[in-house]
């Protein structure tokens, strides 16, 4: 039966030959590895993941708590995102040195930039530790245990499989970590938010730092004493570039994946939750781009709120669309069937699919609710600073602050389930007769500060709301539609599919620890009879150049060079015209988290950074659909050459080893 179905499915899906899905654990690799080699690397297990010798875990971090950056040279330099490092390289803008606007590079370390709280991890070793646990094993006596291995070193016990499997991690924190160079936001932003999660794409999207030692090259707290690292491994630089079918690898940290949920939850995923949110984010979008639209100084002031707005919202539209085209709610149900009459003559497993449906229909609402909460009530400000109330802008602001407080208190009136109400959301309706008064009356407080108790007393509600709602779910780590109840089901439901679909390729989740993903450079059908190839160039920024679009308003100096065509060693011959290449695609299984992973070719060289997906493959931390999911990076040739041509900076480059 089960046979018959995996033959029905592959027929009825037919995958192609490259589905590469998967985010592997490497000290595991060595259960991949055959299948990497197969498919162009050239490389060991041992050169991935080893305790015994360098190998390139040694070149990768945690970067910043929720990027991953790598180390490209003898001296601690490090790739990373130009949206990983946005943070740093903000912090050290001003009028007078506007970073983002006009880019930085260090000429000497000593004009390398500290930066206060910001660090990196290694991981020094894995391990599985179930058994140890399993024999009575203290976990807190681990973790000290695991700490007081070397200087700077922490360590955490994660969860596989829902708790299958659980593995010691321990990590080596360096936190003087320097901003060594960013290109001007033109190039590292370029396109912006229009096209943010787009393929094409040609945004340069990275940025380099330098993580520094005490003098016996261990982590130390910031001081002018302390010299380059010195890391066990970097990766060597390819510059011959890639080709469609090429086999790349990412070797990086991704956050948040729910691959074997119930189809219960994939629908509320994509019928209740992701619609919610999308409408209510339409709305606030655009109450912001009016008021963008209308006044230079709002312009400024709601970019960043508008982007990061911006970015879940986009991701979960492709999300809904994956998941709708692919008819994963019903594939899975098909599936879930499967395993239900296979789990009818296995005892442990027999009651399982109905309990877990019963634990999604008891806390749906509830998590629904809280869901909408942070979207609306939660996401407004409960109060305005001195500091903002300062702002040439802020009068400006009045009418669209005015008009946020009404949209967002409508929306949660609208959406929030009855039995899971802001207690003082409903007495102040109550009072002031509508939600329009009340939203009124909550700004107008707050607007000229005359008395903010209405405020306080609605923030103190929407609190205790939210706290009641974990509560009843019995777990504080509520990433995704969870509960201490649903985690211990899941726990016996993913260990019967693992026994009954023993021939599915079975990774765990991603939870912000370190991963393998392979796979190889590939275009995709976008549409019916549209083929986007894998490969930007510098041809096609020169197109999207337009100086009175902020997004599109690329550095003189870069018009410069391409005038001149003078590319060095950077340059590439694509289609017979001299060009540089800008960003490819990849079918690598990358979620958030991965973004600055290094993406390495079969040699094991750097080829490029990653930093995005297209909005479809968004669907991807759900269900990998080999024939949309795609990873984008940015080319390192690119990346070379903007340091080279456009920071002038090649000093850098000589401290890297290329190939
Ligand atoms: N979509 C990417 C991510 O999820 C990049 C976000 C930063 N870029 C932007 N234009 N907002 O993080
Ligand atoms: N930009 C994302 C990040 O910051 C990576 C894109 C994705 O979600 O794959 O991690």
């Excluded at 070793?125 to 399993?134: H, S």
């Excluded at 949920?261 to 992701?274: G, K, T, V």
């Excluded at 492709?318 to 009459?341: D, H, M, N, P, W």
């Excluded at 709301?465 to 539609?481: C, E, F, H, P, Q």
Aim: aromatic share 12%; proline share 4%.
């Amino acid at each position: 039966m089960k046979r018959i179905f995996v033959t029905l499915m592959t027929l009825l899906l037919s995958l192609p030959v490259w589905a590469d899905e998967g985010m592997w654990l490497p000290s595991l690799i060595g259960e991949r590895i055959g299948d990497m080699q197969k498919k162009g690397f050239r490389l060991t297990a041992d050169d991935i993941y080893s305790i015994n010798q360098a190998s390139m875990k040694d070149a990768v971090v945690l970067f910043d708590g929720g990027c991953t950056g790598e180390l490209v040279s003898a001296e601690g330099l490090l790739l990373t995102n130009h949206h990983c490092g946005y943070g740093a390289i903000q912090s050290h803008s001003t009028v007078e040195h506007d970073y983002l606007t006009h880019g930085f590079w260090a000429r000497t370390h000593a004009e390398e930039l500290p930066n206060k709280d910001l660090s990196v991890c290694f991981l020094v070793r894995m391990e599985d530790i179930t058994e140890r646990l399993a024999a009575g094993e203290d976990r807190e006596e681990i973790i000290r245990a695991a700490c007081e291995e070397g200087v700077g070193y922490h360590a955490a016990i994660e969860q596989m499989y829902y708790g299958n499997q659980q593995f010691l991690f321990v990590y080596e924190q360096f936190d003087d970590v320097r901003l060594v160079g960013t290109p001007p936001s033109s190039i590292g932003k370029f396109g912006g938010d229009t096209d943010n999660w787009i393929w094409p794409r040609h945004t340069g999207d990275f940025s380099v730092f330098r993580i520094y030692a005490s003098k016996d090259n261990k982590p130390a707290a910031y001081s002018p004493d302390n010299v380059p690292y010195r890391p066990k491994r970097f990766l060597p630089i390819s510059t011959r570039g890639v080709r469609e079918g090429d086999f790349t690898m990412i070797y990086g940290f991704p956050g948040n994946t729910q691959e074997y949920i119930l189809s219960d939850a994939i629908s509320y995923i994509a019928e209740r939750s992701d619609p919610a949110k999308i409408a209510i984010r339409t709305g606030r979008l655009d109450i912001m781009a009016r008021a963008q639209a209308s006044d230079p100084a709002l312009r400024i002031h709601y970019a960043a709120k508008h982007a990061s707005v911006a970015n879940a919202w986009k991701k979960w539209q492709g999300e809904v669309l994956g998941i709708t085209r692919r008819k994963t709610v019903s594939s899975k149900r098909i599936y879930e069937q499967q395993f239900g009459a296979w789990a009818q003559s296995h005892p442990e497993y027999s009651t399982i699919l109905a309990d877990l449906r019963g634990e999604y229909s008891r806390i749906m609402d509830a998590y629904f609710a809280r869901e909408i909460i942070f979207e609306t009530l939660a996401s407004l400000p409960y109060s305005y600073s001195e500091e903002e109330r300062a702002e040439d802008c802020f009068s400006h602001r009045e009418p669209t602050e005015r008009e946020l407080f009404h949209y967002l208190f409508a929306e949660y009136d609208k959406r929030c389930p009855q039995d899971y109400r802001v207690e003082a959301f409903t007495e102040g309706v109550g009072e002031c007769g509508s939600t329009d008064a009340y939203a009124d009356k909550v700004f107008d407080e707050l607007w000229t500060r005359s008395d903010t108790l209405s405020s306080r007393k609605l923030l103190a509600s929407v609190k205790e709301r939210l706290g009641a709602i974990v509560d009843s779910l019995g777990t504080k780590s509520l990433r995704n539609l969870n509960s201490k109840r649903l985690n211990e089901l899941y726990t016996i439901y993913i260990k019967g599919l693992r026994e009954w679909d023993d021939a599915r390729a079975f990774y765990p989740d991603a939870n912000l620890t370190l991963r393998v993903a392979y796979g190889s450079i590939r275009g995709y059908e976008y549409a019916d009879g549209e083929y986007h190839i894998p490969q930007t160039t510098l041809e096609g920024i020169m197109a999207k150049d337009n100086q009175e679009v902020y997004d599109y308003n690329i550095p003189q100096a870069l018009r410069d060079v391409h005038a001149r065509k003078d590319y060095g060693r950077w340059g590439s011959r694509v289609n017979g015209k001299l060009t540089v290449p800008v960003c490819f695609l990849a079918t690598n299984h990358t979620t958030g988290g991965n973004s600055g992973s290094p993406v390495i070719n079969g040699n094991g060289e750097l080829v490029g950074i990653n930093f995005d997906r297209t909005w479809r493959s968004t669907m991807s931390d759900i269900e990998f659909d080999p024939s949309i999911c795609r990873n984008i990076a940015v080319d390192i040739r690119y990346v070379l050459m903007v340091i080279d041509r456009i920071g002038n900076a090649s000093y850098l480059i000589d401290e890297m080893e290329l190939r």
